[in-house]
């Protein structure tokens, strides 16, 4: 059974940087890119890019361009998202989901990683 | 960006019934649109992807429809398990947008 499992909450200061982790299983890692979304609480689901981790090719929201970060490491199946100058508003937890492209669905998603911004 | 509108934000229902949830975009998006299901404290999962196509294990009690801008997830014989949050989402162009979400209540 494929598997996305992220690393532990996190809470960090305004103009930290957070990154969290997503280690896959279960399949073959460089077949599939993946997406990084979070949830704000109480809100919706936002997408903030995609990362091929075939070649490390990304796909960023133009919202995030120039304060994320997206690599992975294939010899360890994970994938990783770094979101720098964090302000309060990104309170949010943080998933990562498997996704063949960019524009494609995604079948399967880590837990989800909550990450607290407060002074 | 493609919005995404989705309506009922909310609604009630009992076990047993049929509900509807519709989902229209800003845009054409072709049969780019997908159906994830949330239940309080857990992560999304994938229903329903490329308008009609089930996932995994999905029960057939959900079905999708729609093309263009305008696309609905129907859930028949409601059950205990579906009272949750059903969010759509468009995959046709980036960034990638959701609807706000229709929560399904007893």
């Known amino acids: 059974q494929v598997l996305l499992v992220q690393s532990g909450g996190e809470v960090k200061k305004p103009g930290a940087s957070v990154k969290v982790s997503c280690k896959a299983s279960?399949?073959?890692?460089?077949?599939?890119?993946v997406n990084w979304v979070r949830q704000a609480p109480g809100q919706g689901l936002e997408w903030m890019g995609w990362?091929?981790?075939?070649?490390?090719?990304?796909n960023y929201a133009q919202k995030f361009q120039g304060r994320v970060t997206m690599t992975t490491d294939t010899s360890t199946s994970t994938a990783y998202m770094d979101l720098s100058s964090l302000r309060s508003d990104d309170t949010a937890i943080y998933y990562c989901?498997?996704?063949?492209?960019?524009?494609?669905?995604?079948?399967?998603w880590g837990q989800g990683t909550p990450v607290t911004v407060s002074s | 960006d493609i919005q995404m509108t989705q309506s009922p934000s909310s609604l009630s229902a009992s076990v047993g019934d049929r509900v509807t949830i519709t989902c229209r975009a800003s845009?054409?998006?072709?049969?780019?649109l997908n159906w994830y299901q949330q239940k309080p404290g857990k992560a999304p999962h994938l229903l329903i992807y490329?308008?009609?196509s089930f996932h995994g294990g999905v029960q057939a009690r959900f079905s999708g429809s729609g093309s263009g801008t305008n696309f609905s997830l129907t859930i028949t014989n409601l059950q205990p398990e579906d009272f949750a949050t059903y969010y759509c989402?468009?995959?046709?162009?980036?960034?990638?947008?959701f609807g706000g979400g229709t929560r399904v209540e007893i």
């Open positions: 845009q054409t998006i072709d049969t780019y």
């Open positions: 989402q468009q995959s046709y162009r980036t960034p990638l947008t």
């Open positions: 279960d399949y073959t890692f460089t077949t599939y890119g």
């Open positions: 990362i091929s981790t075939k070649d490390g090719n990304t």
């Open positions: 989901a498997r996704g063949r492209s960019p524009f494609d669905w995604f079948d399967f």
């Open positions: 490329a308008v009609s």
